[in-house]
């Protein structure tokens, strides 16, 4: 086993203060700044840092892309830790594609893996998140991502064939199809498999260094359509029934509040321009894109006074089910009262996946906070309902603190509709915004002071809304160590977590404190 020393003079560890200060906060969270940051740049590093660095005391805290903002890397206790930064492994083997498996290294972006799975005619079969252009399949993993492909494939963790997992004590535990050979991928079924304990684990079991994900051939035909309800239950009923008859590959909703703040964002404009060069550019899919769904880009404003809208993309094996799929959804959103309208959105989006995350501020530089709940279909309004009506109750001090709130919708699966308002208020930027930011958008956002009090204000509103949301049951992503995942667990389930977290850690080192998880007793 190398020393920490050892380490530090091979470059894989680094205890610059400058450095160890950038990874101290999340997009929401602050905590304390690691003792040192591990950048491994191969699976034998990752595995040997993680091996000192927990041998000699301290806490292992895996980051991904860092895009988070639940805490999961922010290490709120007293206990000294190493931060691993996994952005060094970037290996990504196809030798199993023809089986329909990609393995991958932790640190791989989802656009990166998108571009080169593309090139073989292929995609994953859960395909990223929205901030894919710089969060990692091992952070997606660990969050248990929705977004791209979740019409089909609900979650990150729905596509998961198996982990390559580092426990603090540098041994290698393999699951799934990397379960009983390192070199090559197997069949997954033989007996319980220990995959799906590790999906959305925040880390808390251990770091993930490899990850085998289901690949599918790309869709040969793609559309969009959008649509205006004048309430919200129209909305969320239609999207629930497009969810159940599986007919999107993605649906995606806004409440009026965001739907204007959407059109007033100058990216927006921006994105027009990125389609039209795309479109100008004539490249098969999107000449097929523009055809097939009659692309208009409507101009920026051309969301304002819609109401709630629903923008729903399609995939087909050919152009014939395409129109199959699209009539399908105008009759279901029709049968709700809703109105077709320009298709600009879905089809921006599906031209380009992964954009830059000009989206972590709001249209005037505010901060930007979501909290989000995974709800049954049919309880999805009443979610709306209890969350409209806990900004009620906290209007005053919204108001007074020029907080803002607007609600964007989603689905995952058959039949789960997910409601995410999003929080923006007025205050100083931390540096990881400035990392993510467009240096033209950094450039027109004015500096503006800490506001200690608002940011309180919003975390108090994030707790509320996940509380009036409780008698729902609502299932969460993104645990960290905001979400009361240990909280609402029975004694069993609890015995049984806390006697797996012992198991894999015995000693208290791997990311101790997310999923709300205590160290085992004894443990230092
Ligand atoms: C603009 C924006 C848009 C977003 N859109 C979406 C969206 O569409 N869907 C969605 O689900 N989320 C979304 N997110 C939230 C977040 O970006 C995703 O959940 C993403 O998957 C985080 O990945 P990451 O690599 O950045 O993880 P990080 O933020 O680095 O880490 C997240 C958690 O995973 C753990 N972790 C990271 N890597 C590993 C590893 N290799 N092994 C074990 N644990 C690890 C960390 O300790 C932490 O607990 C968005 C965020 C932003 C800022």
Redesign the pocket.
């Known amino acids: 086993m190398s020393t920490l020393d050892e380490l530090s003079a091979a470059g894989i560890a680094s205890a610059d203060p400058q450095l160890r200060a950038r990874f101290n906060h999340?997009?929401f969270n602050s905590g304390a700044s690691p003792e040192l940051v591990l950048a491994p740049r191969s699976l034998a590093e990752a595995r040997e840092a993680i091996q000192a660095a927990a041998a000699s005391g301290l806490a292992v805290?895996?980051?991904?892309?860092?895009?988070?903002?639940t805490g999961?890397?922010v290490a709120a206790g007293q206990q000294r830790f190493a931060l691993v930064d996994?952005r060094g492994l970037t290996a990504i083997d196809l030798s199993s594609a023809d089986d329909g498996i990609v393995v991958v290294e932790?640190g791989v972006t989802w656009h990166q893996l998108w571009e080169v799975l593309k090139a073989r005619g292929l995609r994953a079969n859960f395909w990223g998140?929205?901030?894919g252009l710089?969060?990692?399949v091992?952070?997606?993993l660990?969050?248990n991502?929705?977004?791209w492909g979740s019409g089909q494939t609900a979650t990150a963790g729905d596509a998961a064939r198996g982990f390559e997992i580092a426990l603090p004590d540098g041994e290698i535990l393999r699951t799934g199809v990397l379960a009983r050979s390192a070199e090559r991928t197997g069949v997954r079924h033989f007996g319980p498999d220990l995959t799906q304990l590790f999906v959305g684990d925040?880390?808390r079991f251990?770091?993930?260094l490899r990850i085998a994900l289901a690949v599918m051939p790309l869709p040969q035909a793609t559309g969009g359509l959008s649509f205006s309800f004048a309430a919200p239950e129209a909305l969320l009923a239609a999207m629930g029934d497009i969810a159940r008859a599986g007919l999107a590959a993605q649906q995606v909703g806004f409440d009026p509040v965001l739907a204007n703040l959407r059109s007033r964002r100058q990216s927006l404009g921006e994105d027009f321009k990125t389609l039209t060069r795309l479109l100008r550019g004539q490249g098969s899919i999107l000449k097929g894109l523009r055809d097939a769904a009659g692309v208009t880009l409507a101009g920026r404003g051309f969301l304002e006074g819609a109401g709630f809208t629903l923008h729903a993309m399609c995939e087909a094996r050919s152009e014939r089910s395409l129109r199959e799929l699209l009539a399908e959804v105008t009759d279901i959103a029709g049968r709700h009262g809703g109105t077709g309208i320009e298709n600009t959105i879905p089809t921006v989006m599906a031209a380009a996946p992964f954009t830059p995350?000009n989206?972590?501020i709001g249209p005037n530089g505010e901060r930007w906070v979501p909290v989000h709940g995974l709800f049954q279909a049919s309880r999805a309004a009443a979610a709306y309902r209890n969350y409209l009506d806990t900004l009620d109750v906290h209007r005053e001090i919204m108001e007074r603190l020029s907080i803002s709130s607007a609600a964007l919708f989603s689905a995952a699966g058959p039949g789960v509709i997910v409601i995410e308002p999003m929080f923006f208020w007025p205050d100083a930027l931390e540096e990881l915004h400035r990392e993510t930011l467009e240096e033209k958008v950094m450039k027109r956002t004015k500096p503006v002071p800490a506001n200690p009090e608002a940011r309180d204000a919003v975390a108090a509103l994030r707790r509320a809304v996940v509380d009036a949301w409780a008698p729902l049951d609502p299932g969460h992503?993104?645990v960290?160590r905001s979400y009361p995942f240990a909280q609402r667990l029975d004694s069993t389930q609890r015995r049984l977590f806390e006697g797996i977290a012992a198991l894999v850690d015995p000693l208290g080192r791997s990311?101790p404190g997310?999923l709300g998880l205590e160290c085992p007793r004894g443990a230092p």
């Open positions: 999340d997009f805290v895996p980051r991904g892309g860092g895009m988070s903002y999961g890397y996994l932790a998140p929205l901030s710089t969060a990692t091992g952070g997606g660990s969050q991502a929705i977004f925040a880390g251990g770091v993930k995350l989206g972590v992503l993104q960290g990311n997310a």
